[in-house]
């Protein structure tokens, strides 16, 4: 299986798990998020199919993480959270997932010769960055639901380099 094949089985992977874990939450701003994490998995599949099939592929930025501040900003300081508590585990594995994506696009992207496919994957690499933020903010909240989250990319917490899912 080469790297592209590869990166469409984790996308593929990826969707299946934030449909999953939409239809499994409670609180409806939570659905949202991870339908549009489910969406932009759907959205790099798409690309790297394309870049299999030597076609050329273009993407447009993701506005997730946009869209999940401005939910985080419109859910309640203190929702009813009964049962959401054991679900922290599994978006902490959703993160260490997105930490996996964005190493093997850079990884990849370091390799690639061609500058266009290059540029790609450093593109598709930020955005699993961005995913793995919005989970971290997740579980932030999830841990003081009356605390807004600080947002990691602004505040230098969230270094998915060094993320080792403790």
Request: hydrophobic residues 40%; proline residues 3%; aromatic residues 10%.
């Amino acid at each position: 299986m080469n790297t592209l094949e590869f990166a469409m089985q984790m996308e593929e992977d990826g969707r299946a798990y934030y449909e999953k874990l939409a239809e499994e939450t409670t609180l409806p701003g939570l659905e949202t998020i991870f339908r549009n994490l489910a969406e932009d998995e759907q959205k790099h599949y798409e690309i790297f199919k394309r870049l299999l099939a030597g076609s050329g592929a273009e993407m447009q930025d993701s506005t997730a993480l946009a869209g999940a501040q401005n939910i985080f900003h419109q859910l309640p300081k203190t929702p009813n959270l009964s049962g959401l508590e054991q679900n922290i585990a599994a978006y902490r594995y959703a993160m260490q997932l997105e930490a996996k994506s964005f190493r093997l696009y850079e990884d990849a992207a370091a390799k690639e010769e061609d500058a266009a496919a290059r540029s790609l994957l450093l593109k598709i690499a930020a955005e699993e960055h961005k995913h793995f933020i919005i989970l971290e903010n997740i579980c932030l909240f999830l841990e003081a639901p009356d605390q807004h989250p600080s947002w990691a990319e602004s505040s230098g917490l969230a270094d998915i380099r060094g993320y080792n899912g403790s």
